[in-house]
């Protein structure tokens, strides 16, 4: 299947997405068929601070126009906080869309996880990822969460992370591990990955990219179909 991205938000995200996707493709010798798109970071968080929900569906919407218009026969948002607005984008789309999160509770649960701790956009954390679990319990910070929600966005639209701004997750981390029992950290904001990737924060950490990419990969390479992922 030709899969269609909708990259840019933010950039980091976008690379790691397809660096995952072409290194499972190239480690099953199975080749792939991808198109990506750029969407604006800024435009998406000023949208998503706002809860423009309408106007970003409307921007993403004309992108997979012209990722069907190159071929692609599935889209997908490379950024869990960007999809804030994926059922008003759902609605509109050209092309079935592959979610980012609809899938991980039943893939966390599948792991033995009972409870984990979320880390992500202030939206992402605040609606429990939004209300997409029922057989795993998601706990979010107690504290600061506008604050660790702030610290994200300023990774994601930068593309980097210092140490300040990675200790400030990693002590969100500890305390939802220590202080709320939770078995894991999920990173629910895709450009997590810089704070994150290659380093060992002291507690388990679930990346949401390795789980929509399972989806992707398993569309991309037909073993599996948009029918029995919609089950």
Request: charged residues 25%.
């Amino acid at each position: 299947m030709h899969i269609g991205l909708i990259g840019g938000i933010g950039p980091a995200a976008t690379l790691a997405y397809y660096e995952r996707l072409t290194d499972r493709c190239r480690d099953a010798d199975r080749p792939l068929d991808l198109t990506i798109v750029h969407a604006d970071v800024n435009t998406l968080a000023a949208n998503a601070r706002a809860d423009r929900r309408a106007e970003q569906a409307a921007i993403y919407a004309a992108l997979i126009d012209r990722l069907a218009a190159a071929g692609a026969e599935a889209a997908a948002i490379t950024s869990v906080g960007g999809s804030f607005c994926e059922a008003e984008t759902r609605a509109r789309s050209a092309l079935p869309l592959v979610s980012a999160f609809a899938h991980l509770d039943r893939q966390l649960a599948a792991r033995g996880l009972r409870r984990v701790g979320l880390l992500g956009t202030e939206t992402a954390m605040r609606t429990r990822l939004y209300g997409s679990f029922a057989q795993v319990e998601a706990v979010i910070p107690r504290d600061d969460i506008a604050g660790i929600a702030e610290t994200y966005e300023a990774i994601a639209i930068t593309g980097r992370c210092d140490a300040a701004q990675r200790e400030t997750l990693y002590a969100a981390g500890r305390e939802l591990i220590g202080g709320q029992g939770a078995d894991a950290v999920l990173l629910a904001g895709t450009d997590l990955l810089l704070a994150f990737d290659g380093r060992d924060p002291g507690f388990p950490v679930i990346d949401a990219v390795d789980c929509h990419v399972d989806l992707l990969f398993a569309l991309a390479t037909d073993s599996e179909t948009i029918e029995t992922l919609a089950r």
